[in-house]
Nanobody, 115 residues
Framework: QVQLVESGGGLVQPGGSLRLSCAAS????????MAWYRQAAGKQRELVAT???????DYADSVKGRFTISRDIAKNTMYLQMNSLKPEDTAVYHC?????????WGQGTQVTVSS
């Protein structure tokens, strides 16, 4: 069992930056494929970025060049550095940990990009 807790969301102006954190407990995250998803109001959940157990990263086209996913194994925490934020990045951001048939979710953190 893995418990995930996101933090770092908030209100930011367009062009600004935020760093989200996903703190894991219960299991070490080193074996998991970790990911960030987001869901805007009235829209389907969207995969934003993934990082594999081998630290291979992948991004949605909409965030490439602006967002960076990373993890600190020692702190058992995953991060999402978000730069050059746009109003369309507004959503609830959730972290996910996946290994074989097991999949765990955090409760989400709200990111609002608005002037």
């Amino acid at each position: 069992q893995v418990q995930l807790v996101e933090s770092g969301g908030g209100l930011v102006q367009p062009g600004g930056s935020l760093r989200l954190s996903c703190a894991a407990s219960g299991r070490r995250i080193s074996i998991y494929t970790m990911a960030w998803y987001r869901q805007a109001a009235g829209k389907q959940r969207e995969l934003v970025a993934t990082i594999s157990s081998d630290d291979i990263t992948d991004y949605a086209d909409s965030v490439k060049g602006r967002f960076t996913i990373s993890r600190d194994i020692a702190k058992n925490t995953m991060y999402l550095q978000m730069n050059s934020l746009k109003p369309e990045d507004t959503a609830v951001y959730h972290c996910n940990a996946r290994w074989t048939v097991f999949s765990y979710w955090g409760q989400g953190t709200q990111v609002t990009v608005s002037s």
